[in-house]
T-cell receptor, first 115, second 109 residues
Framework: DAGITQSPRHKVTETGTPVTLRCHQTENHRYMYWYRQDPGHGLRLIHYSYGVKDTDKGEVSDGYSVSRSKTEDFLLTLESATSSQTSVYFC??????????????FGPGTRLTVL | GEDVEQSLFLSVREGDSSVINCTYTDSSSTYLYWYKQEPGAGLQLLTYIFSNMDMKQDQRLTVLLNKKDKHLSLRIADTQTGDSAIYFCAGGGYNKLIFGAGTRLAVHP
C-alpha cells in the first residue's frame, strides 16, 4: 500500500468552528488531492496541489482552503465548519508519468461530522 | 467540464457476470479508469483503458469503450462475494480526474 495517512480518522465538531485535516505521504509524489465523498455524488475534488506551495481549486472548493508547505503534507482547512460539510474526506496522491496513466493512491479517509 | 454518470446499484448472483456501465461527456479524456472501493476504505485502481482502444481484458475483468456513444463498461466474469464493493469510473486529464457517483455491486449466493 502507498504510504498515505490521514489524521484524524474521525472528528465531530460544531458549526462555526475551524477544522484542519492532515494528509501525510511517504512516497514523495508530486500531486496531492483532497476529495469529499457523499452518497449519490461519488468523489468530488475540493483542491489539489501540484507541488510545494502550488495549489488549485477543484469543483467544490467553496468553504475550504489548503496549504502545502512541504512535499509530504497537504492540509485541508474548513475555516468555519457548516453541517453541509459533514462528509468523508479522502486524500490522494499521484506522480505524473508523462503520457502514461497516472494512478491515484488514496488514503483511508476521515469521517467528519459537523453538528 | 467532464461529467461522468453511472447507475447507483447492481445486484448479481454469485458466479454470474456483472456489467457496470458509465457514460462520460468529455471525449478528450486520454485514459478512462475503473476504481474499486471496499467498505471503510479508500479507492484502489482496478484497471484503465487508453482512449484509442475498444477493449481491454485483464483476468476476470473486461473493459469496453464505445467512443462514439461515450460509453464505458466493466464486466466482471464469475462474480464472487469478494467483488462486493462500490465501483467508480473516472475520466479526465492525466493528473486531474472526474469520478462518477459510483455503482454499488451486491453479490448474493
Amino acid at each position: 500500500d502507498a504510504g498515505i495517512t490521514q489524521s484524524p480518522r474521525h472528528k465531530v465538531t460544531e458549526t462555526g468552528t475551524p477544522v484542519t485535516l492532515r494528509c501525510h505521504q511517504t512516497e514523495n509524489h508530486r500531486y496531492m488531492y483532497w476529495y469529499r465523498q457523499d452518497p449519490g455524488h461519488g468523489l468530488r475534488l475540493i483542491h489539489y496541489s501540484y507541488g510545494v506551495k502550488d495549489t488549485d481549486k477543484g469543483e467544490v472548493s467553496d468553504g475550504y482552503s489548503v496549504s502545502r508547505s512541504k512535499t509530504e503534507d497537504f492540509l485541508l482547512t474548513l475555516e468555519s465548519a457548516t453541517s453541509s460539510q459533514t462528509s468523508v474526506y479522502f486524500c490522494a496522491i499521484s506522480e505524473p508519468l508523462g503520457f502514461l496513466p497516472s494512478e491515484q493512491f488514496f488514503g483511508p479517509g476521515t469521517r467528519l461530522t459537523v453538528l | 467540464g467532464e461529467d461522468v454518470e453511472q447507475s447507483l446499484f447492481l445486484s448479481v448472483r454469485e458466479g454470474d457476470s456483472s456489467v457496470i456501465n458509465c457514460t462520460y461527456t468529455d471525449s478528450s479524456s486520454t485514459y478512462l479508469y475503473w476504481y474499486k472501493q471496499e467498505p471503510g476504505a479508500g479507492l484502489q485502481l482496478l484497471t484503465y483503458i487508453f482512449s484509442n482502444m475498444d477493449m481491454k481484458q485483464d483476468q476476470r475483468l473486461t473493459v469496453l469503450l464505445n467512443k462514439k456513444d461515450k460509453h464505458l463498461s466493466l464486466r466482471i466474469a464469475d462474480t464472487q462475494t469478494g467483488d462486493s464493493a462500490i465501483y467508480f469510473c473516472a475520466g479526465g486529464g492525466y493528473n486531474k480526474l472526474i469520478f462518477g457517483a459510483g455503482t454499488r455491486l451486491a453479490v448474493h449466493p
